[in-house]
């Protein structure tokens, strides 16, 4: 493998859960086999390229707490080419509270299953109400070299090359909670790499978080 692209194409059993997201305070779960994310992936894919004008060089910030989407795009912005960066972003993605001063700004909801918002984010493209409609293959005619920056957070700048150098495989199943961006760009390449999954817990208190490690098979970490 050479490049963060080629993820979730290395799935030996695609129908199995990739991500698995709760939110304990509404009592969300969303599952998401590797056959899934990379239906999301392609749609959100195709959204960055075919409307944002987003590939190779592109700078994406991705404001969103720990959650499904977020993986997704975390992996979008790798399929297209592009860096998933904290500062400097040509795109910025919000969730709810509409927080962004990119020059190009859309935002997510949150809503259970990617839902729209119920009145339009005004100067934002709503995600739920433009990325369904795209494609669900996706064909990237300037695909990421190993070469290409995947990563520029907290100060420290990385190549799809490095990431796949710096990041250990993991088979487990991996509860978390959430974290940075930086945290889940690493988990999600760690578990594609590793044919492993990840289970991630909002707003949940302790004795919660055990019950679900305890239901998915998960171990904390």
Same mark, same amino acid.
């Given at each position: 493998?050479?490049?963060?692209?080629?993820?979730?194409?290395?799935?030996?059993?695609?129908?199995?859960?990739?991500?698995?997201?709760?939110?304990?305070?509404?009592?969300?779960?969303?599952?998401?086999?590797?056959?899934?994310?990379?239906?999301?992936?392609?749609?959100?894919?195709?959204?960055?390229?075919?409307?944002?004008?987003?590939?190779?060089?592109?700078?994406?910030?991705?404001?969103?707490?720990?959650?499904?989407?977020?993986?997704?795009?975390?992996?979008?912005?790798?399929?297209?080419?592009?860096?998933?960066? =904290?500062?400097?972003?040509?795109?910025?993605?919000?969730?709810?509270?509409?927080?962004? =001063?990119?020059?190009?700004?859309?935002?997510?909801?949150?809503?259970?299953?990617?839902?729209?918002?119920?009145?339009?984010?005004?100067?934002?493209?709503?995600?739920?109400?433009?990325?369904?409609?795209?494609?669900?293959?996706?064909?990237?005619?300037?695909?990421?070299?190993?070469?290409?920056?995947?990563?520029?957070?907290?100060?420290?700048?990385?190549?799809?090359? =490095?990431?796949?150098?710096?990041?250990?495989?993991?088979?487990?199943?991996?509860?978390?909670?959430?974290?940075?961006?930086?945290?889940?760009?690493?988990?999600?390449?760690?578990?594609?790499?590793?044919?492993?999954?990840?289970?991630?817990?909002?707003?949940?208190?302790?004795?919660?978080?055990?019950?679900?490690?305890?239901?998915?098979?998960?171990?904390?970490?």
């Amino acid at each position: 493998m050479r490049t963060l692209d080629q993820l979730l194409r290395s799935a030996t059993d695609p129908s199995q859960p990739l991500v698995t997201y709760y939110d304990q305070s509404t009592g969300e779960r969303v599952e998401l086999s590797t056959t899934t994310t990379a239906n999301w992936v392609a749609k959100t894919s195709n959204f960055l390229v075919d409307e944002l004008d987003a590939g190779p060089g592109s700078r994406i910030r991705i404001g969103l707490p720990s959650h499904w989407l977020t993986t997704v795009w975390i992996l979008s912005a790798w399929n297209v080419g592009a860096a998933v960066v =904290d500062h400097s972003a040509d795109i910025g993605l919000s969730g709810p509270d509409l927080v962004a =001063d990119e020059p190009v700004r859309v935002a997510a909801s949150l809503r259970p299953l990617g839902g729209r918002f119920a009145e339009p984010p005004a100067g934002f493209l709503d995600v739920g109400a433009e990325v369904p409609g795209h494609g669900d293959h996706f064909m990237a005619l300037d695909p990421p070299e190993p070469s290409t920056p995947a990563l520029d957070l907290e100060g420290t700048a990385r190549t799809h090359a =490095d990431v796949l150098s710096d990041v250990a495989p993991d088979p487990g199943r991996r509860l978390v909670v959430p974290g940075s961006i930086r945290r889940d760009a690493e988990l999600i390449a760690a578990a594609c790499l590793g044919g492993g999954s990840l289970v991630i817990v909002a707003s949940a208190t302790p004795e919660q978080i055990s019950r679900v490690s305890e239901q998915e098979g998960a171990d904390p970490g």
